[in-house]
């Protein structure tokens, strides 16, 4: 089962169309909920191949069949959203839409998960059942939510899913059993004081310097009143706060992330959150409003989904370019929220060149295509070899 699976049709021979469509895709990047062109274009390419498609699930998304989806029915993960982040890389397709850039690699995700189902289309013979789920705004960590609530993971046994990883050299993939990704949360806090004369500010509540202990306080509370082996980060990104130099500002808006990697510690941060940033605001006199909102839990690979994918890259790859990812992200994943129906794993996939690949989400990242090919060879050798398993588990006897 752990040899390489062979297809009647070469990825070789249609390598090339799939290389012109990931131009295609970065030249016209979508934002988030907006995915109407990318998706109907996925659509029109897979029905094509033969799969069964359903669009608007998730509002802008999409799911295929294939197969006998009665059957064991494993699933695939592909997002195609785009940032709002101006394209710097200088390519001849380079975005035509000012102020949005694939710069997170979905557009490779997206031909990817086109090239799977063309090679899966051409084994219909051997599958099982499969379901590929094409989805909007992970970008804003909606979709999957969006996908679930249309019954995306309905009567799914396992999903894979792949990320771009400018970490690792192209022809390469990572791989990591357990936690992947963080759970990541916006926090919001309003500090309500009391405004005055800047030159007698103490007749005031004064909330700028009652911000500035909220922002060191809760790192130092962080520091002392948690387990130091379950980091928990607390970055601050907005300030919002005063009218004019010389009066005391009597509120301050502070906006912030929270990461952590630890599921049940997670759970309770909200409420130490709150209870941390009110404590200091109320021992300098000032009122503290609290909003934490949850953008996604972790990332948790299933032990057994995640050989697969180990073994296949082997298969495909060689044992040394298979690398195993001694530590998480703290960067968040929506593809968890599928996780909550389904067990299943993400894989990374090196896209970085000899001369190296600008991070994600940054005007310059730049990947190297070559990485679809290795992409799509790891996927479908993983996705048949599950299905392998699955008829193999089913004649067994038992006993």
């Not at 189902?117 to 705004?137: C, D, K, S």
Request: hydrophobic share 40%; glycine share 10%; aromatic share 6%.
């Amino acid at each position: 089962m752990n040899a390489l699976k062979k297809s009647p049709v070469s990825l070789e021979s249609f390598l090339p169309e799939l290389i012109d469509l990931r131009r295609h895709f970065h030249a016209h990047p979508e934002l988030s909920g907006e995915e109407h062109q990318t998706a109907a274009l996925v659509a029109g390419e897979l029905r094509k191949y033969g799969w069964t498609v359903t669009e608007s699930i998730g509002r802008t998304g999409l799911i295929a069949e294939l197969g006998n989806i009665s059957t064991p029915l494993v699933g695939l993960r592909v997002d195609m959203d785009a940032l709002p982040v101006e394209e710097k890389t200088g390519l001849p397709y380079s975005s035509l839409t000012q102020g949005v850039m694939h710069a997170c690699g979905h557009d490779i995700h997206t031909c990817i998960g086109l090239g799977v189902a063309r090679l899966l289309a051409e084994n219909q013979e051997q599958l099982t059942g499969i379901r590929l789920l094409f989805q909007p705004a992970e970008e804003i960590a909606s979709g999957a939510r969006w996908m679930k609530k249309d019954g995306a993971t309905k009567g799914l046994d396992a999903l894979f899913g792949v990320h771009v990883y400018p970490e690792l050299p192209i022809g390469s993939i990572g791989v990591r059993s357990g936690t992947l990704t963080a759970a990541a949360g916006k926090l919001e806090i309003q500090i309500i004081g009391n405004g005055g004369h800047g030159a007698r500010p103490h007749q005031t509540i004064d909330s700028i310097w009652i911000a500035s202990k909220v922002i060191s306080g809760i790192q130092e509370a962080i520091a002392r009143q948690l387990d130091a082996l379950m980091p928990v980060v607390v970055s601050f990104g907005k300030i919002e706060g005063g009218q004019a130099f010389n009066v005391i500002a009597d509120r301050v808006k502070l906006l912030g992330t929270v990461r952590c990697l630890d599921a049940s510690l997670n759970e309770t941060l909200p409420e130490w959150i709150e209870d941390t940033v009110k404590g200091i605001a109320h021992s300098l006199g000032a009122e503290a409003l609290v909003t934490y909102t949850s953008i996604a839990p972790p990332v948790w690979n299933d032990p057994g989904l995640t050989s697969f994918v180990e073994e296949s890259g082997k298969a495909v790859l060689g044992a040394v370019n298979v690398k195993h990812l001694e530590l998480p992200s703290l960067g968040a994943e929506d593809f968890a929220e599928f996780l909550e129906d389904v067990p299943g794993t993400m894989f990374r996939l090196g896209v970085a060149p000899p001369n190296g690949c600008a991070p994600l989400h940054n005007g310059y990242f730049s990947p190297d295509e070559k990485s679809i090919e290795v992409g799509i060879r790891v996927i479908f050798q993983t996705l048949m070899t599950w299905m392998d398993k699955q008829k193999f588990d089913v004649r067994e006897p038992s006993k």
